[in-house]
């Protein structure tokens, strides 16, 4: 038998010269494909925020309906000539247009506040608080609200190092949001009780405000701090809101340079843990 040797000079520029007509092919589908992913994502991405924007807006429009509903009302009483016109009644429909007044004027702040943010033109008037005597001072002025579901309020003050420095009505709000919460997603007909707890280590001091309330779960808790998402209940009207508060809660206490983490598990409640740098006492 005969044996044929065959030999390349240059096998490498050989094979390449055999290929190289596929490599433009290649790249091209390469840059298609790519192309065709980003579309994808880009176009459930927007999808997704349609949804927000549509929930966010019907959720807003149920909320200021109702105060100027009951404004208009009370304006209506007073101008009918029908209706007897006591102190009593007057007194009464005097508050109902002042609280319904205050709530639309909420309502539409709080929208304001998180444009100002993105904006990025939000000003903080820092100062060195304490926080323990700050948690103390909310607690007894939101006790009234949690007692009126027939649960209690507790605390446990355990921060030695307690200042810190932070804007005053900005983080009052934080810790009056998370509470609001707290009592918003409340098992129904069933007394909630709120914890609250300060503690701090060398270099961080920490706020957590714990709830027996509905719970979360665990695939909402990566969009709870979102914009506008608002964690499903049924029904979407049955707790009030735009979805923005917890979404300023992060806001401000990524600003003030801390993070905020919550732990839930559902039908027994939910967990905020704030967490600040210090100021050490000299």
């Known amino acids: 038998m005969g044996v044929v040797k065959i030999h390349f000079p240059d096998m490498g520029a050989y094979i390449y010269s055999s290929v190289r007509f596929m490599i433009p ?22 999808k997704r925020y349609t949804e927000i924007k549509n929930d966010f807006i019907n959720n807003m429009t149920h909320e200021l309906k109702t105060p100027i ?3 208009s009302l009370a304006a209506q009483m007073m ?31 709080k929208v304001l506040q998180m444009s100002m943010f993105d904006r990025k033109k939000a000003v903080f008037k820092k100062k060195k608080l304490d926080l323990n005597e700050m948690v103390e001072n909310i607690a007894n002025s939101f006790s009234l609200r949690v007692e009126h579901t027939g649960g209690k309020i507790y605390t446990e003050i355990e921060a030695v190092e307690s200042a810190l420095y932070v804007d005053e009505v900005h983080f009052q709000n934080v810790i009056n949001n998370l509470l609001d919460n707290a009592v918003k997603y409340r098992k129904p007909d069933q007394p909630v009780n709120i914890y609250l707890r ?52 992060k806001k401000i206490v990524m600003l003030h340079n801390g993070d905020i983490s919550i732990e839930s598990e559902l039908g027994k409640g939910t967990k905020f843990t704030v967490k600040l740098p210090i100021i050490k006492e000299s």
């Open 69 to 71: 509903a009951s404004i």
């Open 198 to 249: 300060t503690w701090n280590d060398n270099e961080h001091l920490y706020l957590s405000v714990r709830d027996t309330g509905l719970g979360i779960r665990k695939d909402n808790l990566k969009k709870v701090f979102d914009k506008f998402y608002r964690v499903h209940t049924g029904n979407v009207h049955d707790v009030k809101g735009f979805g923005l508060g917890l979404a300023y809660v």
């Open 79 to 109: 101008n009918d000539s029908s209706v007897t016109k006591s102190p009593a009644m007057m007194e009464h429909l005097g508050k109902v247009v002042n609280d319904e007044s205050k709530r639309l004027r909420f309502l539409v702040e």
């Open 25 to 46: 092919s290649v790249v091209f589908t390469i840059v298609l494909l790519v192309t065709f992913i980003f579309t994808i994502v880009v176009i459930f991405r927007q």
